[in-house]
Every structure is written in structure tokens, then in C-alpha cells.
């Protein structure tokens, strides 16, 4: 019986542990696989700007207020909003968290499944002998078809459920602690080469160079959409997390630390693509998801030792997706046993097929039902578009004006001050951004994105 069975809270122990698995929650397929395409499809350097941006005055923000609400209720999602303020509405939240935890999870394991099917060709040695061409046709044909995209899918669902089952602290700060430096490294070997490649500059002139031509309300969403899902923010992911840090744990030096180490792993993984992707020719909005699963095996042919260094990558990368899916799975899990006393392994089947059957459509979004489309989105779109510009961002806002005007003054000083331990030197900052600057900058952008506005 593990600990959450006997009805004890299982917590993090270290405070390594602590940014670890909060860090292995942001730093996920949302910086590698996500950040250069969106980058690639909004025009850019302005984007890039925009995003960073809204990192630093909305994402840490968000990300400190989920862990002034996680650690003080102690409680999931659901709980948590229902625990500081009984018998109004504001659980709601935590449903929309539950919900968004459903969506990602579906098309997240999509993305990690591929991962996981790219390690396995970089162990057999697949990309060997094969130019620019053959690879990205290599990769459609493996994205338009049924079985082994759903396969993988069903194997990384399947490993997450397992890290999930065997409890909060054994499981995920074991994974996380060790390995993210390792990727770290990878994608400064990664970055050095994609830089040196003939033909590459230009690619850091379209990361880097702003041309504000490009901003329009959709691209100003997209780097929103991005900001949130890249930090886990907006549904709830580290309110669940922060119920397990222990009471010293220093919560804005962590929401800090955590987001720019995120930022920076997206930043890296774009100077890994884009030169890469200039010096072999190919346009910046081309590769759409696929992106990094077509540019990258060009860059591992031309490293030396590249067969050990793809096989690292694809190792590292499918772990920085677990570490991130199970913290999204833990939000449907921890709200199913504490609010349904379900014990943990049945809320983690329960969670785990339920993902893995919306997942499946997510996975045949360019095969089977390629042709099922709103608005010339198809599946896998439709769900990362709902969950990542608009559940996100929604959530976000909610859980700010919660923080910034439901709860009291004096109880959101005595959480981030841990009762008084701390001096808090910009409490103000973080006030003035949660109640003014944050509620209405999001709101802005959405009305301008929905053309309210304008
Ligand atoms: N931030 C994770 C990533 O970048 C994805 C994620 C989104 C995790 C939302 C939790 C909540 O891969």
C-alpha cells in the first residue's frame, strides 16, 4: 500500500528535488518540439520577443500564484480552489484545469510517441544514407500511418501511468533530478554544430532579428499560448505539484529558477534548428509539427559520433516528455483520489485509458481522419489550439484574480514569506502584476484575438 493509499500526503523531499521535478514539468516536448515550430510558423524573431515577454510578466506570475494556492490548500486542483474558498464558485478552475489535463495529455502523447519511434530508428541506425529529402519523406509516411504512431503512442501513455503508480516522491524527483542536465548539455553540442553548418546565419538572423511587421493578434495568441504551455501553467499542473513542497520551500526563487531554465531550453532548441534548417534550405514555417523530427536527423549525419549522440537525444528528449506528462496525468489522478477517494492505481487506469482513447484521434490527425477538420485545423490541432491559447490563457487569468483579489493580502504574504521566514523583496511586483498588469493583459489579447478590439 503506498503512502497516498494510507491516506498520508506523499511530498518532495530535497530542494534539489523540488525544482527538478517542478523543472521536469516545464521543460517537456513544449520547449524541443513546440517552441521552433510555432517559432518557424509566426514569423520569428518579433515572436520570440513577445513570448519572452509574457514569460517574465505574466508566466512567472501565473507559476508563483499556482504555488501560493498548491501549497497553502495542500490539496489537487479541484480540492485546492474548494479548500481556501468553500461554497463559491471558483472550483470551476480546477474543472477547466482537468479538462485542459485530458487535452494535453491526448495530443502530448501523439508527439512523445513519435520521439519514442525516433529512438528506436536511431538505434537501428535508420537515418544513415539518406539526404534531406528521403528523411522528411520518411517522416510523413510514418506520421499518415496507423499502426506504429498509435503503437508508441500506447507504449509512452503506458510508461507514464507506471512512474505515475509508483507514488509522488520515489517516481518523479528519482527521473527528473539526474537527467535534465544531460539534455542541457546535448543541445549546446547540438547548437554549436546546427551554428557551424555552411549557410546557417541566416537562421539566426530569423530567431533573433525582430521584424515586428510579422505581430498580429494571432501571433501575439500563439506566443501567449506558448508562454503558458511551455512553464505548465494555467490548469493547475504545479498547484498539484506545490501541495507536495515542503513548507520551507522558497516559492518565488523557484517559480523564478524554473522559468528561465525553460526559457532557456527553448531558446537552445531553436539555435538547434534553425540554422540547421536554413543551412539545408528549407522554409522556416515548413516542417509544422514534424519539424524537429525532420531537421534534426540532417544535423545528427553530419556530427561526429551522431549514431550515439541521435540515440542520446531521443532518449533524453522521451524523458523530458515523461517528466512532464506525468505531471499532467498527476492532476486528473490527485483530483480522482482526493475528491473521489479512488484509491491510486484505479484513478491512474481510470486517467490512462481515457487518455489514450482521445489520443488515438490526435495520433490519426494526418492518416485515418485526416480529412476530419474545423476551420482547416484537424484533430491534433483543434486540441492543442483549445488547450494551449485558450484553456491556458483562461486558466491563467482565473487563477490571478483569484490570487489577487479573492485571497486575502496577509494570506498570500505568509505563503510566499513561508509564515514570515523570508524577506520578500518583490512582493509588490508580483502583487501589482497578479491584480493589474496580468488580468488585463491577457484579457486584451484575447478580445484582440477573438477581433473584439479591433
Ligand atoms: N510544459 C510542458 C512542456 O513544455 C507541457 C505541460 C503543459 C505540462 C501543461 C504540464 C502542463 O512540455
Given at each position: 500500500m503506498s503512502l497516498k493509499e494510507s491516506g498520508k500526503r506523499d511530498g518532495f523531499t530535497s530542494k534539489f528535488g523540488i525544482i527538478a521535478a517542478a523543472a521536469g514539468s516545464a521543460i517537456?516536448?513544449?520547449n524541443i518540439w513546440r517552441f521552433p515550430y510555432v517559432v518557424g510558423e509566426n514569423g520569428g524573431g518579433a515572436f520570440l520577443l513577445v513570448y519572452l515577454g509574457f514569460v517574465l510578466l505574466l508566466g512567472i506570475p501565473v507559476m508563483l500564484s499556482e504555488f501560493v494556492i498548491g501549497r497553502k490548500a495542500k490539496r489537487n486542483t479541484f480540492g485546492a480552489f474548494k479548500e481556501i474558498a468553500p461554497g463559491t464558485l471558483w472550483p470551476i478552475i480546477g474543472v477547466m484545469g482537468i479538462v485542459a489535463a485530458f487535452v494535453i495529455l491526448a495530443f502530448y502523447?501523439?508527439?512523445?510517441?513519435?520521439?519514442?519511434?525516433?529512438?528506436?530508428?536511431?538505434?537501428?541506425?535508420?537515418?544513415?544514407?539518406?539526404?534531406?529529402?528521403?528523411?522528411?519523406?520518411?517522416?510523413e509516411k510514418f506520421q499518415i500511418s496507423t499502426f506504429l504512431p498509435v503503437f508508441w503512442q500506447m507504449i509512452f501513455i503506458i510508461l507514464t501511468a507506471v512512474i505515475i503508480l509508483s507514488g509522488v516522491k520515489k517516481g518523479i524527483e528519482k527521473y527528473s533530478k539526474i537527467l535534465m542536465p544531460f539534455l542541457l548539455l546535448l543541445l549546446v553540442a547540438l547548437s554549436v554544430r546546427s551554428v557551424t553548418l555552411p549557410g546557417s546565419f541566416e537562421g539566426l538572423v530569423f530567431l533573433f532579428k525582430p521584424d515586428f511587421t510579422k505581430l498580429d493578434s494571432t501571433v501575439i495568441l500563439g506566443a501567449l499560448g506558448q508562454a503558458f504551455f511551455s512553464l505548465s501553467i494555467g490548469m493547475g499542473a504545479l498547484i498539484t505539484y506545490s501541495s507536495y513542497f515542503p513548507s520551507r520551500t522558497n516559492l518565488s526563487n523557484t517559480?523564478?529558477?524554473?522559468?528561465?531554465?525553460?526559457?532557456?531550453?527553448a531558446i537552445l532548441a531553436g539555435i538547434a534548428i534553425f540554422p540547421?534548417?536554413?543551412?539545408?534550405?528549407?522554409?522556416?514555417?515548413?516542417?509544422?509539427?514534424?519539424?524537429?523530427?525532420?531537421?534534426?536527423?540532417?544535423?545528427?549525419?553530419?556530427?561526429?559520433?551522431?549514431?550515439?549522440?541521435?540515440?542520446?537525444?531521443?532518449?533524453?528528449?522521451?524523458?523530458?516528455?515523461l517528466t512532464s506528462s506525468i505531471s499532467i496525468m498527476e492532476v486528473v489522478v490527485a483530483f480522482l483520489v482526493e475528491e473521489f477517494n479512488i484509491l491510486r492505481r484505479y484513478a491512474t487506469l481510470i486517467t490512462a485509458f481515457a487518455a489514450a482513447f482521445?489520443?488515438?484521434?490526435?495520433?490519426?490527425?494526418?492518416?485515418?481522419?485526416?480529412?476530419?477538420?474545423?476551420?482547416?485545423?484537424?484533430?491534433?490541432?483543434?486540441?492543442?489550439?483549445?488547450?494551449?491559447?485558450?484553456?491556458?490563457?483562461?486558466g491563467g487569468l482565473?487563477?490571478?484574480?483569484?490570487?489577487?483579489?479573492?485571497m486575502s493580502h496577509a494570506d498570500v504574504k505568509d505563503e510566499m514569506s513561508n509564515q514570515g521566514a523570508l524577506k520578500l523583496q518583490v512582493f509588490g511586483v508580483f502583487r501589482f502584476l497578479i491584480k493589474f498588469i496580468a488580468p488585463v493583459a491577457i484579457a486584451i489579447i484575447f478580445l484582440n484575438a477573438i477581433g473584439i478590439l479591433n
Open positions: 517537456g516536448l513544449g502523447s501523439t508527439i512523445a510517441g513519435w520521439t519514442l519511434h525516433y529512438l528506436y530508428i536511431s538505434v537501428i541506425n535508420g537515418f544513415q544514407g539518406r539526404d534531406t529529402a528521403e528523411l522528411t519523406l520518411m517522416f517559480a523564478f529558477e524554473v522559468s528561465i531554465a525553460d526559457v532557456v531550453i540547421a534548417m536554413f543551412s539545408l534550405g528549407m522554409q522556416p514555417e515548413q516542417g509544422g509539427a514534424g519539424l524537429i523530427f525532420m531537421v534534426l536527423p540532417n544535423v545528427f549525419l553530419q556530427i561526429p559520433g551522431g549514431y550515439f549522440i541521435s540515440i542520446a537525444f531521443f532518449i533524453l528528449l522521451s524523458i523530458a516528455a482521445v489520443g488515438v484521434f490526435c495520433t490519426l490527425s494526418w492518416g485515418a481522419f485526416e480529412n476530419v477538420t474545423i476551420g482547416g485545423r484537424n484533430i491534433f490541432d483543434m486540441l492543442d489550439f483549445t488547450a494551449s491559447n485558450v484553456l491556458l490563457p483562461v482565473l487563477i490571478v484574480i483569484f490570487v489577487g483579489w479573492y
